[in-house]
């Protein structure tokens, strides 16, 4: 399905609730916040189309930890340039947002069993403002991280998003960014689309559409082909996360799904009423 065809659709299936859905954003290179993209106008037209949240919960790629999962209290979150090689423009943007330090603390809170805590030195980092300035250019709307922790397993990342579920009827938007594939040694100049990466994209948003996301948590069946799609599993966890947030009252609209540079998936998708 087109992009427009999809937003299109959102904007009409859309209305005001307390209620908000889910959105996982294929982030890919950060000169997508600086540069005049198909995602980045994509991110612009979904930013239009979704209702207005009153707090932004952003789980991102670039936030790892061991052995813990870390939540964002800070009162003003920092705008993280964690990248090295680009244009100084690129480094010169700042994403001001409000943190939201009390609804940041009720999740250290929800998050006990999983090892929660509190952080109040993080930020935003690349996997969270470089879409948000698109989403809500004014940054008016409050917004804290939780990191992603690398010691445990695919499932305890589904499970996360199930203990979060609850705070979409609070009006929070819970927002993933990553890649459903990210294999930054496999990239190619020609952009020709690696058949490892065609192959997971499609496995991926298959299973996702079934709502089968015992099979996108289940590493050992996947096997080399979610260890060529991912060498690290960070830019798929928020995914997942995104996914275990969902339930039985959910449709599902995917928006971009191209393979960019042979093996960066684009895919990106919203769970909705």
């Known amino acids: 399905m087109r992009t427009a065809q999809a937003l299109a659709q959102l904007r009409d299936r859309f209305s005001p609730s307390d209620r ?161 594939v990210h294999n930054l040694r496999a990239l190619r100049r020609d952009g020709q689309p690696q058949d490892f990466a065609v192959e997971f994209d499609t496995l991926f948003a298959d299973r996702l559409e079934a709502r089968d996301f015992g099979a996108l948590t289940d590493a050992a069946a996947l096997g080399p082909l979610l260890a060529m799609a991912h060498p690290s599993v960070d830019h798929y966890l928020p995914a997942l996360t995104i996914a275990g947030a969902s339930d039985h009252r959910d449709g599902l609209t995917f928006l971009t799904d191209e393979i960019n540079l042979g093996s960066l998936s684009m895919r990106s998708f919203v769970f909705h009423a």
Request: hydrophobic residues 45%; glycine residues 8%.
């Open 20 to 180: 908000m859905p889910l959105v996982f954003l294929g982030h890919g290179s950060p000169m997508n916040a600086i540069e005049d993209s198909q995602f980045s106008r994509a991110w612009l037209d979904l930013g239009r189309a979704l209702p207005r949240p009153k707090a932004i919960l952003v789980v991102s790629a670039h936030w790892m930890t061991q052995g813990t999962t870390l939540v964002d209290v800070s009162k003003m979150p920092r705008t993280i340039h964690d990248f090295h090689g680009f244009p100084e423009q690129l480094f010169a943007q700042q994403y001001p947002a409000h943190g939201q330090p009390d609804l940041a603390r009720e999740v250290v809170s929800l998050l006990a069993s999983h090892h929660g805590a509190e952080d109040d030195t993080w930020g935003l980092d690349h996997g969270a403002w470089t879409i948000l300035k698109f989403l809500y250019p004014e940054a008016d709307v409050p917004v804290f991280q939780i990191s992603i922790d690398m010691s445990e397993g695919l499932e305890h990342h589904l499970e996360i998003g199930r203990v979060i579920a609850d705070l979409r009827d609070r009006g929070v938007l819970i927002l993933g960014s990553g890649n459903v």
